[in-house]
Each structure stands twice: as C-alpha cells, then as structure tokens.
C-alpha cells in the first residue's frame, strides 16, 4: 500500500515549486464526501478507472480460469484516500473490464482499520490466495491470507479470510516497526519446497525486502536477514521481485530461476514517490538479491516510468507467456478539483515487460490488446523533413483520445549543444522546455494544444554532445498544459540509452483526454503524465509534431489512430 501518513514532498526547480502530497494524506473530513460534475472533460476513454470516487494501488492482478483479474485500492465514499478495500473488476483483454462487488473489506480484527496493498500467488494446486496488508485496533500493519469461497468460479466473487490472521506481525521479538510493515509480494516456492515471500520495510532510514518463508502458505517465519535493504533510501512501499530471461522476450513464472535467468528487485520509494528497479542475481541458497548495482546513487537507479506512476505491480500471464505490468496514475489536480469531478486516479494502460538484450534496463511496451481499440488510421507515407522552427498538424484523428507512432532522424550533431557536466535531467528538462530553442532539439510532439496554442503538453527530444559523444533527453513538460494553476505542472525527463548516429528516435503516446503515455525507444523510457486543459479539451484539443531546433530534423514514419473507447466498469 503506497502509504505516508501526513506528509509533504517539497520539490523545487528554477522555474517553480511543487507540492505532492504523499499518497495518503489523510483528509480525516473529507473521506465520505464525493460529487459528480455532469461535464466530464478528464475522463478517460480506454484508461482504466471506476465511474466515482478515488483509486490508488493495482492489488493481486492475476489470470485465472480464463479471465484477467484486477484489485485495487478503493474509497467507496470518497474522491480522497481513506475507508480503504479491495475493488475487483475482470477482463478478458486487459482493456475492456467488468466491475464485481468488492472482494476484500474490513471484517476482522486483523483488518478492521484498512485493508491495504498486496498480492495474488497461484498455488501448486492451482488455486488463487491473497496476502494483503491489514489495519488492526491498534493501528498496526499486519499481514492478513484470504482465499477464495468456491475455486470453481472464475470470476472469484468471494474471499474468505483464514481464522489464523494474521499469518505475519511485527512483535518485540522480531523488533519490526509496525507502521512500517506492508504490502507483501507475489510468493515464490523455492527448491526446498517453502515458499517465499517479501514484506516492504523500513527500520530509520534504510529501506528494506523483508523476507518470510512457509511449509504450508499459513505459518510464516522471518528469516534472519532481509532479501536486501539499501541505507538512506527510506521506506520500501509495493516490492515486487520476479524472474526474466536474459535473451527472450517471453515472461516466466515467478518461481522459476536457472542459468538463463536473471532477476528484477522493484520498490516503491515512499520518500521519492517513484517505482525503481535494481536487475541483479538471486542467490536461492542464501536467498540474497545481489544487484548489478545497487542504491549508491539514487540518481543512477532506473525507474519503470520517470512520471506519474507509482505502487506497480506485475504478474505472469500463463497463456500467452508475458509479464505484465501495472501501475497507479495519480492526478494533478487539486484536492479540492477531485472532489468537485468525484473521482482521483487512474491505472495505466497494462505493458509487457522483459529484459532489453543489453542486459542493462527493462523494456515496456502497451500490451498489443489495446490495438483493438484503434480506429481510422492515419499515415504519412513518406519521409518529411521538419524544418528548422517548423510545427506540422496531424489532422484525420480524435486527438484527444489516440495513439500516435512517430520516428525521428537526427544528424547534424555538430549543432549540438555541448553539456559540460552531467545533470538531473528532470531540471535540465525544466531549464530547457520545449520553448527553448537549442541545436539538436527539441522535436516532438504537442499534445493536447489550443488553437492558440495557449495551452500544450509537449514531448521531446534534445540531444546533447556529452564527452564527446551524443546525449538524448527525453522530456514530458507540462508547464504550459494548463492555464488552471492550481494544477501540478510539473515537467519530468531522463537521459535516454540509446546512439542516435546509429537508430532513429522513436516515441509512442498514448493520449486520453488527461493523460499522455509516452514510450521512447520502442519502450527504453516511459513517461507518464497527467495534464488538465481548460481550453484543449475534447474536439478543441489539437496534435501537432514539431522542431524548435536549429538544425532539421526527419520524419521517417508517423503513423497515428483515433482509439475508440473501451467498455470499463
């Protein structure tokens, strides 16, 4: 469960100051209270989300019995944290989703102030159990097993908690912070036949993987050492840890390990409010996580998504051998905006996830469902050079709900700009906005534009010659995407692994009316970004793809779709 209690992330760039507000704030007079507006502008079309109220963590996302199964942490009275259960909607694409009653709900002591974040394993017998985390009468986060009534369902209609919850808690014994202890992960069975699973942890500042092990998924022991913890890096919300082949794309079960095997350790930085993942080695003997590398430097430390996205989690999909890959996207909007539209939050469009055959990063990329969804296909068949200080239309799509596909070719790196020391690339984003003309950038998109060009959410590229050698920026800047100030404004951005003298750069966006999935690098980077126009909305909204640079630039392909909209809840 993404959770902070009251607290307030300050971050300051040159150009502004931005307050996010930590997952949980706790607004303790405004939990039950919701309304609905008639006009609608910001809700999405294909992004999953419920008719009302606020959704934060996706919890136990599995396959079983032929449908997809999706929980989620739910407020049932309330655009604002609080009065939390488990949601359940299903799916048989991973787009199109159909709502049940709620699965799991305060009922017990173990779970009667909260039922928060945790995971769905399939047994050996095949059927499904959920660890979750629970509040009990004393405010404490204790880990809670549920199963289902009747296994033969498909749809899972019913959960029964076990009378021996809670099956995890922090005690004197174990010295565990009990406000600290939460959100266990998918288990895996070992080769001793005990199962295994982790609890995120924190004791002062060191976050860590707090590992248990059971004979019979009920009884529980901590072993004598966490999977692995990292100094200074706060509380580990949402852990996930799972196998990928080093030269496939196909996804595994999450108990499988052998030589061509590595393994991926995802936390949820409570302090960062950021998803980061560590590739490394898992020594099943010691059960250690050894990573690549490690927590040193958080700057260095890959992130599924360098925007809005937080608490993810994955599962193995068994019928068509993938991982897929899910997450939280808050909003940026203002409390009091949520309350008045009567709804906060949205899940991220569902992504494949493997290992890059670098063996370096991961690879997302929108599971190949959501082309379903595609609509009066647009193309520009031949390559177009976009000039110097040049803006071109993409006309014949809905640009407020589409999928665009465009690929650009650079060369004249000797316009570029030199950098002369590395850089935060969120601040040098902000320093150099798409209205900053450069050598070698930026180019890209603008997404959800006014006619007067008022308003935008641009999506760029700015290359760089950094020791000699070409740098991409990859940057998301939101600060003119609204003349409403009060919303979060932020403009995110990452340095881009990629050789632009030898492959083009290539950036998928997926726009849905308040928010833009981009995917660089057929999926080396993702940034996710929640925007609220007050001009550009609905048929006002317009797409263009641009060059602010001095030099030009090429369109080797643009291909781009009107997304017609998925049936959810």
């Not at 109220?53 to 449908?67: E, F, V």
């Not at 295994?196 to 019979?216: C, E, F, M, P, Q």
């Amino acid at each position: 469960m993404a959770v902070s209690r009251i607290c307030v992330l300050a971050i300051f760039f040159p150009f502004f100051v931005l307050n996010i507000e930590a997952t949980h704030h706790v607004y303790r007079n405004l939990q039950s209270v919701s309304s609905s507006s008639s006009n609608q502008p910001y809700r999405t079309g294909y992004h999953f989300q419920p008719p009302k109220n606020w959704i934060n963590d996706p919890n136990g996302p599995m396959r079983y019995k032929g449908l997809y199964h999706l929980f989620y942490q739910y407020n049932p009275k309330g655009a604002v944290w609080g009065n939390i259960v488990w949601a359940h909607s299903v799916s048989k694409d991973l787009i199109n989703w159909s709502p049940l009653n709620q699965a799991i709900f305060p009922s017990q002591p173990s779970d009667i102030n909260g039922c928060w974040s945790g995971s769905a394993t399939i047994l050996p017998d095949g059927k499904p159990a959920i660890l979750y985390t629970g509040i009990n009468p004393n405010n404490q986060q204790v880990q809670n097993l549920a199963i289902p009534k009747n296994a033969s369902d498909p749809f899972l209609k019913e959960w029964v908690k076990i009378p021996q919850n809670p099956v995890m808690a922090p005690t004197r014994a174990n010295g565990i912070n009990s406000s600290s202890f939460r959100d266990p992960t998918t288990a895996w069975l070992g080769k001793d036949g005990h199962y295994r699973v982790l609890i995120g942890n924190k004791r002062d500042t060191t976050g860590k993987a707090l590992l248990y092990r059971s004979k019979d998924f009920v009884h529980w022991i901590e072993a004598k050492h966490p999977l692995y913890s990292a100094k200074g890096t706060g509380m580990w919300e949402c852990p996930d840890f799972f196998p990928v082949l080093s030269k496939s794309m196909f996804g595994v079960d999450t108990s499988v390990d052998g030589p061509f095997v590595r393994h991926v350790l995802k936390v949820s930085l409570d302090d960062k409010k950021h998803d980061y993942y560590l590739i490394g080695t898992y020594d099943s003997k010691k059960d250690k996580f050894i990573p690549d590398t490690g927590f040193q430097n958080i700057d260095s430390v890959l992130r599924y998504d360098y925007g809005k996205y937080y608490a993810s989690k994955t599962f193995f999909d068994d019928v068509k051998k993938r991982r897929i890959l899910l997450g939280w996207v808050n909003e940026s909007s203002s409390v009091a905006d949520d309350i008045k539209k009567g709804w906060s939050g949205i899940q991220a469009i569902p992504r494949a996830i493997w290992l890059h055959k670098s063996g370096k990063q991961l690879v997302q990329w929108p599971v190949v469902e959501i082309e379903k969804l595609r609509a009066n296909p647009i193309s520009w068949p031949t390559i177009k050079v976009l000039k110097a200080g040049q803006r071109l239309q993409v006309t014949g799509v809905t640009a407020a709900q589409a999928d665009v596909e465009v690929s650009f070719e650079a060369k004249e790196f000797k316009k570029a700009e030199v950098l002369d020391y590395w850089m935060d690339p969120q601040v040098l984003c902000s320093k150099k906005g798409a209205t900053v003309t450069g050598g070698l950038g930026p180019f890209g998109l603008l997404a959800f534009a006014s006619k007067d060009l008022k308003e935008y959410t641009s999506v760029f590229f700015r290359i760089f010659k950094h020791q000699n050698k070409p740098l991409v920026l990859f940057c998301s800047d939101q600060s003119r995407s609204s003349l409403n100030k009060n919303n979060d404004l932020t403009t995110y951005g990452t340095f881009l692994d990629v050789d632009p003298s030898h492959e083009n750069l290539s950036l998928r966006s997926l726009i849905d009316h308040s928010v833009v999935e981009s995917f660089e690098g057929e999926g080396r980077a993702v940034i996710t970004a929640r925007v609220y126009p007050t001009l550009a909305i609905s048929d006002e909204a317009q797409l263009y793809v641009f060059n602010y640079a001095d030099a030009d630039v090429k369109i080797t392909r643009l291909n781009a779709w009107s997304m017609k909209k998925a049936r959810i809840n």
